[in-house]
């Protein structure tokens, strides 16, 4: 049992929180009970994962796409009505962690799902501290359809893949050097081709990364926003029960995005 306070302090040392400029408040956004003993963890505060928090009597929830983005209508009413109201009537305290869970070195989005695929040594693509896209190294290089096969297997999803071989004569054959940034980080493919990566994964993919990919010979590996975040939250939440002794559960509500 620990008082809600005292663990946003241990969330926001743990992942940095206050050194990361961000599009939401990180920390502690909707306030609930006082002392917290069991914990819903999850992807994003959708109105299914409240309700499954308040089915399982859960405490708080702790998530990495929460509420109050920057330039959202600011009124609550409607879905975000809805959402809020059940936590509150609940009682149930909502923690949100955006950019530090993207970026942390040990239990990141990136970190956890460069473990996951075998890719080691992460390191910033940006010149920054706080960089949000890495890249890393697999242990042997490999055929972009074995990596595509290898992406699969870990996040049971079919990613989309843009093999700039089949466009781009400098294309490299094999993939050894890799970016990523999970989520909607597509945009960053043409860094990770100005510093030498082989491939770099994302969640998402837009019309632009296609001819990023095919004209600068980088091939491209879309594999979900959903499925590429699930891992950061998860590793934060069985820290808090490792480090704290809290109840902590994971609740994937699935999302095809």
């Given amino acids: 049992m620990m008082n809600n306070l005292e663990l946003e302090q241990i969330l926001n040392q743990k992942l940095n929180s206050q050194a990361i400029s961000d599009y939401a408040p990180n920390g502690l956004q ?3 009970k006082a002392e917290i003993q069991k914990i819903i963890t999850g992807v994003t505060a959708t109105q299914a994962l409240i309700d499954a928090a308040v ?3 859960a405490d ?4 990495h796409h929460g509420y109050f983005w920057k330039s959202e209508n600011p009124c609550i009413r409607g879905m975000k009505g809805k959402r809020i109201k059940t936590l509150l009537v609940n009682d149930i305290n909502l923690y949100g962690y955006h950019l530090p869970v993207d970026v942390h070195s040990e239990l990141g989005n990136n970190a956890q799902l460069a473990h996951l695929l075998g890719i ?3 390191q910033p693509l940006e010149d920054s501290p706080h960089s949000i896209p890495m890249f890393g190294e697999l242990s042997e290089a490999i055929s972009v359809n074995h990596f595509a096969t290898r992406i699969e297997q870990v996040l049971q999803r079919k990613p989309t893949v843009c093999d700039a ?3 781009s004569q400098n294309a ?3 993939i050894r050097k890799v ?5 909607g980080g597509q945009g960053y493919i043409d860094l ?3 510093m030498g990566c082989d491939a770099f994964i994302s969640g998402e993919i837009s019309e632009q990364t296609t001819h990023s990919a095919r004209e600068q010979g980088i091939h491209y590996f879309a594999c979900g926003h959903h499925a590429t975040e699930r891992y950061g939250i998860k590793a934060l939440g069985e820290w808090l029960a490792q480090q704290y002794g809290f109840n902590v559960e994971f609740v994937d509500i699935d999302n095809p995005a």
Avoid at 60 to 63: K, M, S
Avoid at 179 to 183: L, M
């Fill in 179 to 183: 970016g990523i940034c999970t989520g």
């Fill in 55 to 57: 089915a399982k009597q």
């Fill in 60 to 63: 708080a929830i702790l998530v």
């Fill in 172 to 174: 490299p054959h094999l």
């Fill in 120 to 122: 080691a040594n992460l």
């Fill in 192 to 194: 990770a081709a100005q």
């Fill in 30 to 32: 909707v306030e609930g």
């Fill in 165 to 167: 071989s089949e466009f």
